[in-house]
């Protein structure tokens, strides 16, 4: 039998999912980051600021930011020093950020189109890896985590920002009233898409919950693992250490 992963609320075989979320990215790259500050009234820069805060980018560090897409993580990082490879999978949304860098005047960056799961650098190859609002679209997030654990030096860290489920009574009702039934709605009218926003609020539904996540973390060999919830959980920085 052919394994299966989630798109959504549906089951696909794994060897399809690639594909169908990379339509969906290619769909929303020209609209992304408008899209992020009407679904989450611009908190998401928050979010990303507290993010960055955690990982303490450091001056001459290597940092792999991955499905950095448009490249709001990485333009912070980039602002104090690192040296950071912004990787994605979908060249769309690469696209994006290269002209948005432009755009900032930003020329430090470096590049690169790459799947998670079967990354191209040399092992012990950077300093920091970092994911935002990312690994949930990943098909075998197991292995991702694994090439996480490889391409970082020992004493190397991994930071990932993700969506979650709140623990807040009341809050995960109005949350997840507004994610199915508003969000593809905002999408519809702001980025002419709503089924690719009514997969992204059904995705983060999928994703396992923190607990479970951070023993993924784990298990992929990372030691000192943390769970930082934000919004009761709706959103939640995990952290660890190769050692």
């Given at each position: ?79 104090r020093g690192a040296s950071v490879t912004v ?84 809050f995960k009702q109005a949350y997840d009233s ?7 709605k905002i999408g519809k009218a702001i980025a ?52």
């Open positions: 039998m052919n394994e299966t992963v989630s798109f959504g609320y549906q089951d696909v075989d794994a060897s399809e999912k690639t594909a169908l979320v990379g339509e969906v990215f290619s769909s929303v790259a020209a609209k992304y980051d408008i899209m992020n500050d009407a679904m989450s009234g611009g908190m998401h820069r928050l979010w990303k600021d507290r993010f960055v805060r955690r990982v303490k980018p450091q001056a001459g560090e290597a940092i792999l930011d991955m499905a950095g897409g448009t490249g709001d993580i990485a333009f912070r990082m980039a602002e990787s994605d999978i979908n060249q769309d949304m690469l696209d994006v950020g290269i002209e948005r860098a432009l755009d900032r005047g930003i020329d430090s960056l470096v590049w690169s189109r790459q799947n998670a799961e079967e990354l191209t650098f040399s092992s012990r190859s950077f300093d920091a890896y970092t994911i935002a609002f990312g690994i949930r679209n990943v098909t075998q997030i197991d292995r991702a985590l694994v090439e996480a654990h490889r391409v970082l030096s020992y004493g190397g860290r991994f930071y990932c920002l993700e969506f979650s489920t709140t623990e807040w009574p009341g507004y994610s199915h039934r508003l969000m593809p002419g898409d709503e089924d690719s926003y009514r997969y992204l609020a059904e995705s983060i539904r999928r994703f396992p919950k923190m607990p479970e996540f951070e023993a993924m973390i784990r298990a992929a060999g990372f030691a000192r693992t943390r769970v930082e919830p934000i919004l009761g959980g709706a959103v939640a920085i995990h952290s660890g250490w190769k050692i």
